[in-house]
């Protein structure tokens, strides 16, 4: 990669302003600074891309026949920046290059389904960050337009089914109409049988279809759903195998679906092997990850249900622990802190029920405070933890008789 960034940077040195060469000398570095990021990290990389674009666009105004490509690439090298960055301000002119560049791809034109494609997926960026819904509805139609110019045969069409399906997806989880996770469903489907074993992205497949069956399964409760999202699941850690960086991905999603089902149905062997799964993804993900806070989460839980279950003392120390790790994780503003004082306010005063331990009883109570105050009067938890703080009081006035506990 070194040596293709340096012929090209070679080429350009041959080619100074006004030579005829100079544009497409300038499109091939950029690029080749580009896939270099892509591959190394580097941010400048990706700087250096950005300038090259810049001045390649310089060389196509408005009326110039190849002003499409500079404008496209240009806009993949900012939204890469966004990507990496996340200063919105890059993904807005990315969004303002690729509505240029679509302007100038008509029906008909030959690289407009990659310019649908591309400003659907900054649209859908753009949603995630900032949750403006236009912005999502506003790439699943394009995201539709897409899909119609590529044919079965179109090497494309694979993706284009994928990410019309994670928009839907995206859709449903913001409003909640089934219609929307029902055909997030038969698009992922429809993209899996176009990426049959041996495709590089049929365990992309196979874990997008897994997640949509899982969210169907979480609002009708059809056991054939996550029984079909567990088999997927496990599809998808086959392929990705100790050294991917999707594994702990696929051990989490797996870990959760097999505790839904031990929620569902209370077979002992699916929570342990929930636990397992869990432990696994925790050992991939260090310190400053992510997605730690949440596997640690889940695995303070899991281990929360084992106690409720069997009642054997070191699954609920042990849950008390990763709570705390868990709560650690998740500073003030954080989505989980609220759920992280709550389960560990409930598994504290667990064991005070258990053990007696004054202490536990005490530092539930501080907890149970904490998280209300993150709960107000429209939180869905609010009524909950107003019932764990009054349980909680009325057992340090049973212990210790304080009038004021009671009230």
């Known amino acids: 990669m070194a040596d293709d960034v340096e012929e090209c940077r070679t080429a350009l040195k041959k080619c100074p302003p006004g030579h005829s060469d100079r544009l497409s000398s300038l499109n091939d570095l950029a690029l080749s600074l580009r896939v ?28 110039h026949s190849d002003r499409s490509q500079p404008l496209n690439l240009l806009a993949l090298s900012l939204r890469d920046r966004f990507t990496q960055g996340g200063v919105v301000s890059d ?115 196979l874990n997008n279809l897994a997640m949509s069956l899982q969210d169907r399964f979480t609002q009708r409760g059809a056991l054939s759903d996550l029984d079909e999202s567990i088999e997927l699941n496990r599809a998808a850690l086959l392929l990705h195998p100790p050294g991917h960086p999707l594994r702990s991905t696929s051990l989490n999603n797996l870990a959760n679906s097999l505790r ?29 990850h992510p997605s730690r806070s949440m596997s640690v989460y889940n695995l303070a839980n899991s281990f929360q249900d084992r106690f409720t279950q069997l009642g054997v003392p070191p699954d609920l120390d042990e849950s008390i622990e990763l ?59 609010r009524s909950q933890s107003l019932n764990n703080l009054a349980m909680c009081l009325r057992d340090k006035f049973t212990q210790g008789g304080v009038v004021s506990d009671l009230d």
């Open 36 to 63: 270099r990021f892509i591959q190394q990290g580097v941010p400048s990389d990706l700087a250096e891309s950005i300038e090259l674009n810049r001045a390649a666009l310089l060389l196509c105004p408005p009326g």
């Open 91 to 205: 993904l807005d002119e990315s969004i303002e290059l690729y509505r240029a560049a679509l302007l100038l791809r008509p029906p008909g034109h030959p690289l407009r389904s990659q310019s649908l494609n591309n400003l659907a997926m900054c649209l859908r960026d753009k949603f995630t960050q900032l949750g403006v819904p236009s912005d999502l509805d506003e790439s699943i139609e394009l995201n539709r337009a897409t899909l119609l110019l590529l044919p079965l045969s179109h090497p494309f069409r694979s993706l284009s089914l994928h990410n019309l399906a994670i928009c839907l997806r995206d859709k449903f989880t913001q409003g909640g109409v089934v219609s929307d996770i029902d055909e997030s469903i038969e698009l992922n489907r429809a993209a899996l049988l176009l990426r049959p074993p041996g495709h590089s992205d049929r365990s992309l497949s």
């Open 260 to 288: 839904d089902k031990f929620t569902q149905l209370g077979v002992p062997s699916d929570l342990d092997e929930s636990i397992e799964f869990n432990r696994a993804a925790l050992l991939l993900l260090p310190l400053g």
């Open 323 to 381: 709570s705390r790790a868990a709560l650690l994780l998740c500073p003030l503003g954080h989505p989980l802190r609220s759920l992280s004082l709550y389960n560990l306010a409930a598994s504290l005063r667990d064991r005070f029920t258990q053990r007696g331990a004054p202490s536990d009883l005490d530092e539930s109570i501080e907890l149970n405070r904490a998280a209300l105050l993150l709960h107000p009067s429209d939180h869905p938890l």
